[in-house]
């Protein structure tokens, strides 16, 4: 009864963004046949999203006959402690995004790095400062010097 | 040019120092890559796409491909010693493949899959040289109603193969093609699906949602198991090479996986890990002694092998004669080509000849690279095993972080990447797969193009699709495949094929 109301509720959320799509689709104009225009095609994906999601509101079981896809889709079923490393691991690579630019490459991916290599049960300080000045360094020169790739300097301009 | 001097000319393009280096670094990542489990095929082609920017095509694509067959060949390391698949391809090996390390055939296991894989492999580029030249030819009357529908097809497969549920393959590619949708119109040029964000008016970049979908997603349901050891059996390596016995029950294995792998690698959907499965139970089949199978038989470590580095080779043939990828690799090696402005096709054999042969031709120079690498650094590749997964990951992210960035040097690109990177960790949760998305975002511009310049030329007649034998035999296939997937019976069987894959 559990699954069938995930199956349902996965498949009305397929419909929402079907709709949605063909929504957005047409405000940009479907044009005919003879001429379609800038949103036939992705009127017609928000249809195939939309109508299979229906397909799937409607089926009785979304995962007929597979045993293990009824039970890795049953929820995300994530432990509290991996949760919690995900939630540290997400913290810093959205910090390392916003700050790449102000703080430039060198910056940004050290502090990034430290926050990553940095293991909160062992607090193995040195080991993260190593690997994180290391990764930071190397990268820098393979990827700016050698290979010529454009990287934030930040408030390193002369680097 | 014959294809013998055409090959000449191919060796002469490989044999460039900057093409042999990059040939080596493409070959030694790809078998790193399938040694270390939790970073595939795709998501290691797409942190090192970036790097080929600043290289002539021909070097990018020489590395590129070393690191997709590369990876075929590393992947057998870990499945017979660590009993884990490093990349998906060689999953079937871990069946016989630990039973004979367990046995303590660890070297003749390890020996039989790279001298099978060579042999495939070299035989597979044959069948590229000749297949695509010929297919080449025949696309060259396709108009567009026929790229339209072989695409259907290509899409169809490719979902009808995935893992698990059809129906969420089929909204992975409808979602795929409406990314695609994303930025300039290809006709009007009006800008569509950008929701005001000036950084979605060139539309969805390639690299950055293949990098989330694929290295952010799954360095992502890594970290939940941090901390678990992996188990690495202690094994000597005296005896790597197989005995004349060994050889004589795998010579008939390693040709039938040649054979079945080629033909699997041609067909869209088919690629390394079918044919690694249907040369399996082949060999179980053609086998006086099936029982042996899964206790340690040669035979089930031999013919997957050579199968799947078959397949990754003649997965380029429809790549090179009719510019349609038959799975996601290929599909990022058509962006990377894309990306360097080049357009895969029937014309790119005679428009740039040294693309086509140089990549063939660094196939055979990266097979003999990979016998070599593969048997003497057995060793060293059981010590990459040891390295923690808390060490790894970090460099993992940083690469895909340069990589996304380096493309435009847009920070913009970044939060695409961690978006996608987030929403390919819940799909894969959920037992979404990722490549129906990704196919069909790589074909949904040629997709739209085919389909509205059919629909132009053709006066709005959609019977057109239907009425050119090849486009209705597209379509036809692709029907009922879908359609084949809601009959109970057939669907009994796809369900045990997808839970032996499991």
């Known amino acids: 009864m559990v699954e069938k109301q995930r199956g349902m509720s996965e498949g009305i959320f397929w419909v929402v963004i079907g709709g949605f799509i063909c929504i957005l689709a047409f405000q940009h104009g479907l044009g005919s046949v003879r001429a379609p225009g800038p949103g036939f095609v992705g009127f017609l994906s928000g249809i195939l999203v939309g109508g299979v999601g229906a397909a799937m509101m409607l089926s009785k079981s979304i995962s007929m006959g597979r045993g293990k896809g009824t039970i890795r889709g049953a929820g995300l079923g994530i432990p509290a402690v991996s949760l919690r490393r995900l939630a540290y691991t997400m913290m810093f690579l959205i910090a390392y995004a916003i700050l790449m630019d102000p703080l430039g490459y060198i910056v940004s991916t050290f502090l990034a790095m430290f926050g990553l290599f940095f293991d909160r049960e062992k607090k193995n300080w040195l080991w993260s400062l190593f690997f994180s000045v290391t990764a930071s360094l190397v990268s820098y020169l393979v990827f700016e010097v050698w290979l010529r790739c454009q990287l934030p300097r930040g408030i390193l301009p002369w680097w | ?502």
């Open chain 2, 1 to 502: 040019m014959s294809v013998l001097s055409a090959l000449y000319y191919g060796f002469g393009i490989v044999l460039e120092p900057w093409n042999l280096l990059s040939c080596f670094i493409g070959v030694f990542i790809g078998t790193l890559v399938g040694v270390l489990p939790g970073i595939g095929p795709a998501g290691a082609m797409s942190l090192l796409l970036p790097v080929t920017f600043g290289m002539s095509p021909v070097t990018g694509i020489i590395m590129l491909a070393g690191i997709y067959y590369g990876t075929m060949y590393g992947g057998s390391t870990t499945s017979i010693l660590v009993n884990i698949p490093g990349e998906a391809a060689s999953i079937v090996t871990c069946l016989d493949g630990h039973q004979m390390a367990l046995k303590g055939r660890a070297g003749p296991a390890l020996g039989i899959a790279a001298f099978g894989s060579f042999i495939a492999g070299t035989i597979g580029i044959i069948g590229l040289i000749f297949m695509t030249n010929m297919l080449a030819g025949v696309a060259l009357v396709f108009g567009p109603t026929e790229y339209f529908s072989l695409m259907c097809l290509g899409l169809s497969l490719v979902t009808y193969l995935t893992q698990g549920s059809i129906l969420r393959g089929l909204i992975m590619a409808g979602v795929g093609l409406f990314l695609s949708q994303i930025g300039l119109d290809i006709v009007t040029g009006q800008t569509r699906f950008s929701f005001g964000l000036r950084g979605l008016i060139d539309g969805v970049g390639l690299v950055p949602v293949i990098m989330g979908l694929f290295g952010i997603s799954e360095v992502l349901l890594n970290i939940e198991t941090l901390g678990q050891q992996r188990a690495i059996m202690k094994t000597t390596f005296r005896h790597l090479f197989p005995t004349w016995e060994d050889w004589r029950k795998s010579a008939a294995p390693i040709g039938r996986g040649t054979m079945i792998g080629f033909f699997l690698g041609i067909l869209p959907g088919g690629g390394a890990l079918i044919s690694s499965f249907v040369s399996y139970a082949a060999e179980k089949w053609f086998s006086k002694h099936p029982g042996e199978f899964g206790k340690g038989a040669i035979e089930g470590v031999a013919g997957p092998e050579s199968a799947n580095n078959a397949a990754s080779t003649s997965g380029f043939i429809p790549l090179f004669s009719l510019g349609i990828p038959s799975n996601v690799i290929m599909a990022l090696l058509l962006g990377a080509l894309m990306i360097h402005g080049l357009r895969p096709g029937p014309l790119m054999i005679t428009e740039r000849p040294d693309i086509f042969w140089g990549t063939v031709a660094s196939m055979y120079v990266g097979n003999a690279m990979l016998l070599m690498l593969n048997l003497p650094l057995i060793g060293l590749w059981v010590q990459v095993l040891k390295v923690p997964y808390r060490t790894l990951f970090p460099l993992i992210l940083l690469f895909c972080f340069i990589g996304a960035y380096s493309i435009s040097a847009n920070v913009f690109d970044l939060y695409v990447m961690l978006i996608f990177g987030v929403m390919g960790y819940v799909l894969r949760k959920k037992n979404y797969e990722c490549a129906p998305l990704i196919l069909a975002f790589v074909l949904g511009p040629m997709m739209e193009k085919n389909l509205r310049q059919a629909l132009i030329l053709f006066d709005g007649n959609l019977s057109v699709f239907v009425t050119r034998p090849l486009s209705l035999a597209a379509l036809v296939i692709s029907v009922l495949l879908l359609l084949s997937a809601v009959i109970p019976f057939v669907q009994k069987r796809r369900t045990k094929v997808i839970a032996e894959e499991d």
